[in-house]
C-alpha cells in the first residue's frame, strides 16, 4: 500500500500567540504591524516568529486589515534600460517604507496597460504608479482615482488627471538637445521615436499621444523653425518600436539623397541601432553624423566617439514618485503635487560641424 507524505501544516498567528505566551490579537498586531504594544511583548512575537518559521498570509491579512503592502506599477518596456532604473527606484523607495512591488508591462500598448492595470487591482494593491502609454483614453486611471485607490504618475503627465506627478521638462530639454546641433551648424536634423501613428509617417502633433513625446516633438521642431530650418517636420521618424524597425528607419533615413547630418534620439535603444546602423553604411560619427540622445545608458560613454546625452534623473524619478504615493498610502491629504526634476545634457565627442561630404 502506498503511503503519502503527511502534509506540512502552515504556521498561524495563533501558533505564534501561544509560544510568545500573548493573546491571538497581540500578535496579529506585532505581526500585521499596527496597534500599539510594549517593546518587550514585540520583541517575544517576533522571536518566536522567527523560531517557527511563521510566513504571513497576505491575502487573509489584506482581507483583515484591508492593506495588502503591495504598491502596483505599469510601465511602458522594462527591457527599456529607462524604465528599468526608474523602478529600481521604485522599488527602493517602497522597500524602505515596508512595501513591496509587482511590475506589470504595457508594451505602450493602451489595451495591455488597461488589462495590467485591472490585474493589479485584482490583486489589491494599496495603490498604483502608472507611466501612461496615451493621453486621449484615461478612463481606467479615471476609475482607480475615484475608487479612492491613490494613483501617481511616473515620466508623464496627464493635464486632465488631477494626481500625484513626477516627470522632466521634456520640450524644454529637447529644445536645448536641439539647439545644440542648430549651433552647430547642422539644417538637416532628424528626430526619431519609438511612438507610432496611423500610416507610420508624421503629419502633425495631433498624431501623438504619449505626452512626453509631444512635448519632445515640439521642442525638436521648434527650435528647428527658430533657426530657420525648412519644413523639419519631414525628418520626425516614428516606429522605431524594436531593434529591426529601428534598424529598418534607419536604414531608410540614411540612404536618401538628402540624408540628415544630425539626428536626435528618444531613447538610449534607438540610439544604439542608429549608431550601428551608421557604422555598417562606412559613416562616421561625427565626421558624418552628429549623434545625441536621450538617456545616459552605460554604453553611450564607452563607444568612440562617446555620446552626446540628455541625463534624465531616472533613479530619483522612480524613488520621488514612490514616495509621493507611499505617503498618500499612510493618510497624507494634500493637493496633488506635480514635480518636475531638472535634466541636463552631458556633452561628449559625438556632435561636429556638417560634413561637406556627398552621400
Not at 522571536?47 to 504571513?56: F, I, M
Not at 555620446?307 to 514612490?322: E, F, R
Amino acid at each position: 500500500m502506498k503511503r503519502t507524505a503527511p502534509k506540512t501544516r502552515s504556521i498561524t498567528v495563533s501558533d505564534v500567540a501561544r509560544a510568545a505566551n500573548v493573546s491571538k490579537a497581540t500578535a496579529a498586531r506585532v505581526l500585521g504591524g499596527y496597534g500599539v504594544v510594549s517593546d518587550t511583548i514585540r520583541a517575544d512575537v517576533m522571536a518566536a516568529a522567527k523560531t517557527l518559521d511563521y510566513r504571513p498570509n497576505e491575502l487573509a491579512r489584506s482581507m483583515t486589515t484591508g492593506r495588502s503592502g503591495i504598491i502596483g506599477v505599469v510601465v511602458g518596456d522594462i527591457e527599456n534600460p529607462f524604465f528599468s532604473l526608474a523602478v529600481r527606484g521604485i522599488s527602493d523607495a517602497a522597500r524602505a517604507a515596508g512595501f513591496n512591488v509587482i511590475l506589470a508591462n504595457s508594451g505602450e500598448r493602451i489595451e495591455m496597460e488597461k488589462a495590467a492595470v485591472r490585474l493589479l487591482i485584482g490583486k489589491r494593491v494599496d495603490g498604483l504608479i502608472v507611466t501612461p502609454s496615451e493621453s486621449r483614453d484615461i478612463s481606467h486611471l479615471r476609475d482607480i482615482h475615484r475608487s479612492g485607490r491613490p494613483l501617481a504618475l511616473l515620466d508623464r503627465a496627464l493635464p486632465d488627471l488631477d494626481v500625484d506627478t513626477v516627470t522632466v521638462d521634456d520640450r524644454c530639454i529637447a529644445m536645448q538637445a536641439t539647439r545644440i546641433l542648430a549651433d552647430a551648424g547642422h539644417r538637416n536634423i532628424a528626430y526619431v521615436t519609438a511612438v507610432d501613428a496611423e500610416g507610420h509617417e508624421y503629419r502633425d502633433l495631433g498624431q501623438i499621444y504619449t505626452s512626453s513625446v509631444r512635448e519632445r516633438i515640439d521642442g525638436f521642431l521648434t527650435v528647428c523653425r527658430d533657426a530657420g530650418i525648412d519644413r523639419p517636420e519631414r525628418y520626425v521618424r516614428l516606429g522605431a518600436t524594436s531593434p529591426d524597425q529601428t534598424r529598418r528607419v534607419a536604414d531608410k533615413l540614411l540612404s536618401g539623397p538628402d540624408r540628415p547630418t544630425a539626428i536626435l534620439a528618444s531613447d538610449s535603444l534607438i540610439a544604439l541601432e542608429i549608431f550601428r546602423v551608421i557604422r555598417q553604411r562606412g559613416l562616421r560619427v561625427p565626421e558624418d553624423i552628429s549623434l545625441i540622445t536621450f538617456h545616459d545608458a552605460d554604453w553611450t560613454s564607452v563607444t568612440t566617439p562617446p555620446i552626446t546625452v540628455v541625463d534624465q534623473p531616472v533613479y530619483a524619478l522612480g524613488k520621488s514618485v514612490a514616495e509621493l504615493l507611499i505617503r498618500r498610502l499612510k493618510g497624507e491629504t494634500r493637493p496633488p503635487e506635480r514635480l518636475i526634476l531638472p535634466t541636463a545634457i552631458i556633452e561628449r565627442g559625438s556632435v561636429g560641424p556638417p560634413s561637406n561630404r556627398k552621400p
